[in-house]
C-alpha cells in the first residue's frame, strides 16, 4: 500500500518548526558560544590555578597559571596526574576528596596539597573542586586552587621563630613574667617557677603583689602602688630593680626590663617583663658600703697619711695628711700628686707610675722625697696597691713620714763609717803588733839557740876541763855550784832547745808544754784564747813533726819522754 504524500500546508509547518528550531538552535549556539569565550577567558586568564581531571586523577586541562607554577606547558598536561604531582603522604587524601566530590558534587572545605613541579621542587596551593556534568552525567572534576607556597613558607618560619622563642623562653637563665595592667600573672617561664617556688596552677592568674612582690620593700618602698603604676606607665620603668619574694618569704633582689605590650589603639594589653637575679650584686653592694664605712673610720683616725691617686689626680687624702704635707684636704684634692713630690725624685716616680702599663714590675714600699707646702724637705715610707675606686682605676698609697728616723739613721750611718774605718786602724795595727810580736818570738827563739850554743861550746868544754884538773874540795864545790846554777839559769832554754831541732813553732811549743802539764784540748784552748779545731790542727803538725802521727803513741807520754 502506497504511503500518502504530505501536502503543502503539512510540509510548510513542518519547514517552519525547523527554521524555527534552526533559529533557537542558532541562538543557543551563539550564547553557548559567547559563555564558552567568557568560560574560555576566565579559565585561561585567571590568576588562580584552573584544572581538570577525570575521576581517576589523571588531568583533562589545565590554565596558564596552573602549568606555570608546576612547570609545565599544555603538551605536558596528557602526562600528568595526581599520582605524579601530590606529595604520597597525600593521596589518600586527595582520593578521598574525589570520592566526596562524586557523592556531594563538591568539596565541603578547601584542601591543602604539596605538589612536586617539574623542576622537582615543591609548591603548596590550596584548592576547591566541584563535578562537571556531560550530558546530565558527571563527567570530570574541575578545581580551583592558589598559591600558598609562601604563606606556608612563612607559616613555617613562624612555627619555628615561635619554637625557638618558647624554647628560648623557657630555657634562659631569667625570669620572663607576662602581667595584664592588673598586676596579674598571665605567663611565667620554667625558670620563673623554678625561682620562685610556684607551679603555674599556684601563680597564674594570682596577683604578683603577695606571692612574688612585697606589699613593701625593705627600704620603705610601696611596692604595691609600683605595680599599679607599672600597668598604666610601663614606660617609666624600663629599667627597674626592686626586692621580691620567693613562696617559702627569702627575699631577694631583680634587675627587671619591662615592655608594655599595646594594641592598634595603644590600649595596654599585658607587661613583658624579664627579671635577673641581682641578689648576690646587692648583698656585695652592702657588704662594699660597710667596707668603705670601715676605711673612712681606718683611714680618719690613722696615724699615717692614705692618699688615693688616679694618674696625676688625687681623689682623697685622710686627715693626718694635713700635718705630714701641709696642705688641707681641699687644696690637696685640687693638686696633683707630682707636686707633693720632690723634683730630685719626679723622673724616678713617674718612671714607675708608667711601669705597670710596660709590664714592669715595681716594689710595693719604698722611700720618697716629698716636699711640704712650706718648702721643707720630708722623706716618706710609701706603699702603694691598685685598686677599683669608683669606676677609676687607681692607687692607694699608705705614707708614713720617717723623716726623724731617717735623719737618725743617717747620723747613725755616719758614726758606723767612722767605727768602720777606726776598726780597719786596729786592725792593721794589730796586724803590725803581730808581725812584732812574731818577730820578737823569732829573735827570742835565735838568742835562746845562740845562748845554748854559746853555753855548749864556750862554757861547757871549760868546765869539763877544769874538772879534769887538781882541784881542791873547796874548788870543786864551787866548780859544781857553777854547774848548777848554770843548767838552772839555761834551764827554760834547754826545754824549748830540745824542741828546736823539731822546727816547734812558740804556739806549738806552748801547747806542747801545756800537754805535759796534763792539759785536754779545751783546757787548753781555754787558756790561750784559740778554738778546739785550732789546738787539734796544732796537735796534729805536733805528732807530724815528732814523726809519731798515725801511730798509736800518747803524745803526752812520748814528750816526757824526750825530758
Not at 83 to 101: C, G, P, R, V
Not at 308 to 315: D, F, S
Not at 348 to 376: F, H, N, S
Not at 488 to 508: G, H, I, M, Q
Given at each position: ?405 731617717k735623719q737618725s739613721k743617717d747620723a747613725l750611718f755616719t758614726r758606723e763609717q767612722e767605727l768602720e774605718k777606726k776598726t780597719r786602724d786596729l786592725e792593721e795595727m794589730n796586724t803590725a803588733l803581730k808581725v812584732l810580736l812574731k818577730k820578737r818570738d823569732e829573735d827570742k827563739v835565735e838568742l835562746e839557740e845562740k845562748i845554748m850554743t854559746n853555753l855548749k861550746q864556750l862554757v861547757e868544754p871549760y868546765l869539763q876541763s877544769l874538772k879534769q884538773t887538781s882541784l881542791s874540795d873547796r874548788q870543786n864545790n864551787i866548780l859544781e855550784i857553777i854547774e848548777t846554777n848554770l843548767s838552772e839559769l839555761v834551764s827554760p832554754f834547754a826545754r824549748n832547745y ?66
Amino acid at each position: 500500500m502506497m504511503s500518502k504524500k504530505p501536502t503543502y500546508q503539512q510540509l510548510k509547518k513542518k519547514f517552519d518548526k525547523l527554521e524555527k528550531r534552526f533559529h533557537e538552535l542558532k541562538r543557543e549556539k551563539e550564547v553557548f558560544s559567547k559563555i564558552h569565550e567568557k568560560y574560555t577567558a576566565l579559565f585561561e586568564r585567571n590568576l588562580h590555578c584552573i584544572y581538570v581531571h577525570d575521576v581517576e586523577g589523571r588531568f583533562i586541562d589545565a590554565n596558564d597559571a596552573a602549568l606555570s607554577l608546576l612547570g609545565y606547558n599544555k603538551k605536558d598536561i596528557d602526562t600528568l596526574s595526581l599520582s605524579s604531582l601530590i606529595n604520597e603522604d597525600q593521596l589518600s587524601i586527595a582520593f578521598a576528596t574525589i570520592k566526596e566530590i562524586m557523592r556531594s558534587g563538591s568539596q565541603r572545605q578547601p584542601t591543602e596539597y604539596k605538589l612536586k613541579n617539574k623542576k622537582g621542587d615543591y609548591v603548596w596551593i590550596e584548592t576547591d573542586g566541584g563535578l562537571i556534568y556531560r550530558e546530565g552525567k558527571p563527567y570530570a572534576i574541575q578545581g580551583v586552587a592558589r598559591d600558598i607556597t609562601q604563606r606556608k613558607k612563612t607559616e613555617k618560619a613562624l612555627t619555628n621563630s615561635e619554637k625557638k622563642y618558647r624554647e628560648l623562653v623557657q630555657s634562659i637563665n631569667s625570669v620572663i613574667l607576662r602581667l595584664d595592667p592588673q598586676g596579674n600573672v598571665k605567663f611565667i617561664n620554667e625558670f620563673a617557677k623554678e625561682f620562685f617556688g610556684y607551679t603555674e596552677k599556684e601563680i597564674i592568674d594570682k596577683n604578683v603583689i603577695g606571692t612574688i612582690v612585697p606589699k613593701t620593700e625593705s627600704s620603705g618602698r610601696d611596692l604595691a602602688a609600683m605595680i599599679k603604676d607599672l600597668g598604666i606607665h610601663p614606660e617609666r620603668y624600663i629599667n627597674n630593680e626592686n626586692e621580691n619574694m620567693r613562696k617559702n618569704g627569702q627575699l631577694v633582689w631583680i634587675a627587671w626590663t619591662n615592655k608594655g605590650i599595646q594594641d592598634e589603639d595603644g590600649n595596654i594589653l599585658e607587661i613583658l617583663c624579664v627579671g635577673n637575679d641581682i641578689t648576690e650584686r646587692k648583698e656585695a653592694e652592702k657588704a662594699l658600703r660597710g667596707s668603705e664605712e670601715k676605711f673612712r673610720i681606718l683611714a680618719d683616725s690613722a696615724p699615717a697619711a692614705i692618699l688615693i691617686v688616679a694618674g696625676e689626680e688625687l681623689l682623697y687624702v685622710n686627715p693626718a695628711f694635713e700635718p705630714i704635707f701641709g696642705f688641707t684636704k681641699t687644696e690637696a684634692l685640687a693638686m696633683r700628686f707630682w707636686d707633693l713630690v720632690h723634683p730630685d725624685m719626679q723622673k724616678l716616680i713617674k718612671e714607675r707610675g708608667m711601669a705597670p702599663q710596660r709590664d714592669k714590675k715595681v716594689p710595693d714600699c719604698y722611700e720618697l722625697k716629698a716636699i711640704t707646702k712650706y718648702g721643707q724637705t720630708r722623706w716618706i715610707d710609701l706603699s702603694a696597691a691598685s685598686i677599683k675606686y669608683g669606676d677609676k682605676l687607681a692607687t692607694l698609697a699608705i705614707a708614713y713620714d720617717i723623716t726623724d728616723g731617717k735623719q737618725s739613721k743617717d747620723a747613725l750611718f755616719t758614726r758606723e763609717q767612722e767605727l768602720e774605718k777606726k776598726t780597719r786602724d786596729l786592725e792593721e795595727m794589730n796586724t803590725a803588733l803581730k808581725v812584732l810580736l812574731k818577730k820578737r818570738d823569732e829573735d827570742k827563739v835565735e838568742l835562746e839557740e845562740k845562748i845554748m850554743t854559746n853555753l855548749k861550746q864556750l862554757v861547757e868544754p871549760y868546765l869539763q876541763s877544769l874538772k879534769q884538773t887538781s882541784l881542791s874540795d873547796r874548788q870543786n864545790n864551787i866548780l859544781e855550784i857553777i854547774e848548777t846554777n848554770l843548767s838552772e839559769l839555761v834551764s827554760p832554754f834547754a826545754r824549748n832547745y830540745a824542741y828546736l831541732k823539731y822546727k816547734l813553732t812558740p804556739t806549738e811549743i806552748q801547747i806542747v808544754d801545756l800537754i805535759k802539764n796534763g792539759k785536754s784540748t779545751k783546757n787548753i784552748a781555754e787558756i790561750l784564747y784559740l778554738s778546739t779545731k785550732t789546738i787539734e790542727f796544732h796537735r796534729d803538725n805536733i805528732r807530724t813533726k815528732l814523726q809519731i802521727k798515725n801511730k798509736k803513741i800518747n803524745l803526752r807520754t812520748y814528750l816526757l819522754s824526750l825530758q
